[in-house]
T-cell receptor
Framework: EAQVTQNPRYLITVTGKKLTVTCSQNMNHEYMSWYRQDPGLGLRQIYY???????DKGDVPEGYKVSRKEKRNFPLILESPSPNQTSLYFC?????????????FGEGSRLTVL | KQEVTQIPAALSVPEGENLVLNCSFTDSAIYNLQWFRQDPGKGLTSLLLIQSSQREQTSGRLNASLDKSSGRSTLYIAASQPGDSATYLCAVKEYGNKLVFGAGTILRVKS
């Protein structure tokens, strides 16, 4: 089954404690991306990657890092989480040539930073 | 900077009605526009994808149109059902490969 898998789905942590949210897709997609969803602000893109070792900033990259060492994985790293990073996070991957195909989303990871 | 606006923010209709959701964007330099559905506490499910060269796409009771020059898209839902209740989001894929979302329309279909 084609899917995008995120882990953990729920996480409560404390300020400053480094954490990683993993994202894996089994569709051999080149394009992957991360979003955060906040009430009243909608979905905003954090980072995206057009292929292995190729990443770029979205609209809200501050406080986040990403890496793309393998095609299927695109982890999101919070080196020193702060309460304003409490949010619902989504990973997505993109089908089609030229990154213009349908976008597939993971189920989301709800992060709370105390 | 690209801005995507969805109107209305919320909509409540009786079962069986046909309805239209609107999405507008400020910069027409886009690869495509995609409509999604999001159920509470869940991820996004793709409904329809319209490439910039296309005018419309259809899937079952759903029809989406795109007028790139005027920066508008509509999602038409025919014969609405309670199971259609969800938040509907549109997103545009910019030439710079960024994806920009609208804030969504919360739809409630009453039985």
């Amino acid at each position: 089954e084609a899917q995008v898998t995120q882990n953990p789905r729920y996480l409560i942590t404390v300020t400053g404690k480094k954490l990683t949210v993993t994202c894996s897709q089994n569709m051999n997609h080149e394009y992957m991306s991360w979003y955060r969803q906040d009430p009243g602000l909608g979905l905003r893109q954090i980072y995206y990657s057009m292929n292995v070792e190729v990443t770029d900033k979205g609209d809200v990259p501050e406080g986040y890092k990403v890496s793309r060492k393998e095609k299927r994985n695109f982890p999101l790293i919070l080196e020193s989480p702060s309460p304003n990073q409490t949010s619902l996070y989504f990973c997505a991957s993109n089908s089609g040539q030229g990154y213009t195909g349908e976008l597939f989303f993971g189920e989301g990871s709800r992060l709370t930073v105390l | 900077k690209q801005e995507v606006t969805q109107i209305p923010a919320a909509l409540s209709v009786p079962e069986g009605e046909n309805l239209v959701l609107n999405c507008s964007f400020t910069d027409s330099a886009i690869y495509n526009l995609q409509w999604f559905r999001q159920d509470p506490g869940k991820g996004l499910t793709s409904l329809l994808l319209i490439q910039s060269s296309q005018r419309e796409q259809t899937s079952g009771r759903l029809n989406a149109s795109l007028d790139k020059s005027s920066g508008r898209s509509t999602l038409y839902i025919a014969a609405s059902q309670p199971g259609d209740s969800a938040t509907y989001l549109c997103a545009v894929k910019e030439y710079g490969n960024k994806l920009v979302f609208g804030a969504g329309t919360i739809l409630r279909v009453k039985s």
